[in-house]
């Protein structure tokens, strides 16, 4: 599927990579990141937690008018502005306008997720012969971290500019048992915005414990706009040939199941709603899309980047393209947004008009020895990368 041409010079992949991959991707497919010249980095306050915990928000954008706002705490990112193609900018990303949203119940809007991304079955895990007792919190399930994980701490934060961009290093130290986990885990996750329409994503961290690490991004996404209603037109890519069926509670039974033939087959750009209410089993337990796909790491390059799904909204002619070190995506089509959560400027979110595509090793690993093992051990460095681009194609 050819690139977009209107922004097509902008889809450059950088040179850089902080990354402990073996993964190689296509050069040809990944072109080298133009040099950027952004302006600075805009601190304001967000607000204080129920402690009275300062939350600031950070504010930058590129020589090309795209920006992102991210705040302190958990990382969130409340706004991402970028152009349709006409030139016109709405902000692409679900959330709130004040931080009081993000301390009431929230469905992760925007947040770094932590210590583990996705679910671990039965809310426990066995490590080194010990067996380590996790919240249940997504009925018998542990989700995201736990009770508060990553999304719900505030983070340290220092802006940046430099030759590749302009961003924010976010870092925290995560105690040894918070939420049940093992070890004192330091973490960094940098957000970069480039001036060649990139906003890359670092993950880093180290351990003086063995334990899980599965980190990710949890933005949700409506390319014509937040406040646009459904995402089923949205065309979808995922570059993935198998996916991980899950139980009824959405724990993978261990299986990698090929995507031929069934409604989770996104190897060809196909609208979401086309088969999200399928007479599928699968489809039936989302209910609708909420599982991790398997994707193809076949010529990586040298980076170990390799294209991971594509997103393309016909009205606005704004197209995304992911691309990550990580073995898996998970495509989430907000089947749990029911009406009950208004949003930035009064605006409800109905059923299905946000979608997350965050990438991960699978679900539930720690419990899956067929599954890439997601274990961090002293003296080793988590490190991965996500890279979002956004261009425009006509209509």
């Given at each position: 599927?050819?690139?977009?041409?209107?922004?097509?010079?902008?889809?450059?992949?950088?040179?850089?990579?902080?990354?402990?991959?073996?993964?190689?991707?296509?050069?040809?497919?990944?072109?080298?990141?133009?040099?950027?010249?952004?302006?600075?980095?805009?601190?304001?306050?967000?607000?204080?937690?129920?402690?009275?915990?300062?939350?600031?928000?950070?504010?930058?954008?590129?020589?090309?008018?795209?920006?992102?706002?991210?705040?302190?705490?958990?990382?969130?990112?409340?706004?991402?502005?970028?152009?349709d193609q006409n030139g016109q900018f709405s902000d692409?990303?679900?959330?709130?306008?004040?931080?009081?949203?993000?301390?009431?119940?929230?469905?992760?809007?925007?947040?770094?997720?932590?210590?583990?991304?996705?679910?671990?079955?039965?809310?426990?895990?066995?490590?080194?012969?010990?067996?380590?007792?996790?919240?249940?919190?997504?009925?018998?399930?542990?989700?995201?971290?736990?009770?508060?994980?990553?999304?719900?701490?505030?983070?340290?934060?220092?802006?940046?500019?430099?030759?590749?961009?302009?961003?924010?290093?976010?870092?925290?130290?995560?105690?040894?048992?918070?939420?049940?986990?093992?070890?004192?885990?330091?973490?960094?996750?940098?957000?970069?915005?480039?001036?060649?329409?990139?906003?890359?994503?670092?993950?880093?961290?180290?351990?003086?414990?063995?334990?899980?690490?599965?980190?990710?991004?949890?933005?949700?996404?409506?390319?014509?706009?937040?406040?646009?209603?459904?995402?089923?037109?949205?065309?979808?890519?995922?570059?993935?040939?198998?996916?991980?069926?899950?139980?009824?509670?959405?724990?993978?039974?261990?299986?990698?199941?090929?995507?031929?033939?069934?409604?989770?087959?996104?190897?060809?750009?196909?609208?979401?709603?086309?088969?999200?209410?399928?007479?599928?089993?699968?489809?039936?337990?989302?209910?609708?899309?909420?599982?991790?796909?398997?994707?193809?790491?076949?010529?990586p390059n040298a980076d170990g980047l390799t294209l991971?799904?594509?997103?393309?909204?016909?009205?606005?002619?704004?197209?995304?393209?992911?691309y990550t070190t990580e073995p898996g995506i998970q495509?989430?089509?907000?089947?749990?947004?029911?009406?009950?959560?208004?949003?930035?400027?009064?605006?409800?979110?109905?059923?299905?008009?946000?979608?997350?595509?965050?990438?991960?090793?699978?679900?539930?690993?720690?419990?899956?020895?067929?599954?890439?093992?997601?274990?961090?051990?002293?003296?080793?460095?988590?490190?991965?990368?996500?890279?979002?681009?956004?261009?425009?194609?006509?209509?």
């Amino acid at each position: 599927m050819p690139h977009p041409h209107r922004f097509a010079w902008l889809l450059l992949l950088p040179l850089l990579l902080i990354g402990c991959t073996t993964e190689h991707a296509n050069p040809e497919e990944m072109p080298t990141t133009e040099t950027a010249s952004p302006s600075a980095v805009q601190v304001a306050p967000f607000g204080t937690t129920e402690d009275g915990t300062t939350v600031e928000k950070y504010t930058f954008a590129n020589a090309n008018g795209i920006e992102v706002e991210a705040i302190t705490y958990g990382g969130i990112i409340t706004a991402l502005r970028v152009p349709d193609q006409n030139g016109q900018f709405s902000d692409i990303v679900l959330g709130y306008d004040s931080l009081a949203g993000y301390l009431d119940v929230t469905p992760y809007f925007g947040a770094i997720i932590g210590r583990y991304g996705n679910r671990i079955g039965g809310a426990q895990f066995e490590l080194e012969g010990e067996t380590y007792e996790l919240a249940a919190n997504n009925g018998p399930n542990h989700l995201h971290g736990g009770v508060q994980g990553f999304d719900k701490v505030v983070w340290n934060a220092e802006p940046f500019e430099d030759e590749r961009g302009v961003g924010v290093v976010f870092t925290y130290t995560s105690p040894d048992g918070e939420e049940g986990y093992p070890g004192t885990l330091n973490v960094t996750v940098t957000y970069l915005l480039t001036d060649a329409n990139e906003l890359i994503f670092d993950y880093e961290a180290t351990t003086d414990k063995a334990t899980p690490v599965n980190l990710t991004q949890h933005s949700y996404f409506n390319l014509a706009g937040h406040d646009s209603g459904t995402i089923l037109d949205h065309a979808l890519m995922i570059n993935a040939e198998t996916f991980t069926p899950v139980d009824e509670t959405l724990i993978p039974t261990g299986e990698l199941r090929p995507v031929d033939g069934t409604p989770f087959d996104f190897r060809e750009a196909t609208a979401i709603g086309a088969r999200i209410d399928a007479d599928d089993e699968q489809i039936g337990f989302g209910p609708g899309y909420d599982h991790n796909f398997v994707l193809v790491k076949e010529n990586p390059n040298a980076d170990g980047l390799t294209l991971a799904a594509r997103v393309t909204e016909a009205t606005s002619g704004r197209v995304m393209e992911i691309y990550t070190t990580e073995p898996g995506i998970q495509f989430y089509a907000g089947n749990f947004l029911d009406g009950t959560i208004t949003g930035k400027g009064g605006v409800v979110y109905e059923r299905r008009t946000g979608f997350c595509l965050e990438t991960q090793h699978y679900p539930d690993s720690p419990n899956q020895p067929d599954f890439p093992s997601t274990i961090l051990r002293p003296g080793e460095t988590y490190s991965t990368r996500t890279v979002y681009t956004f261009s425009t194609q006509d209509s």
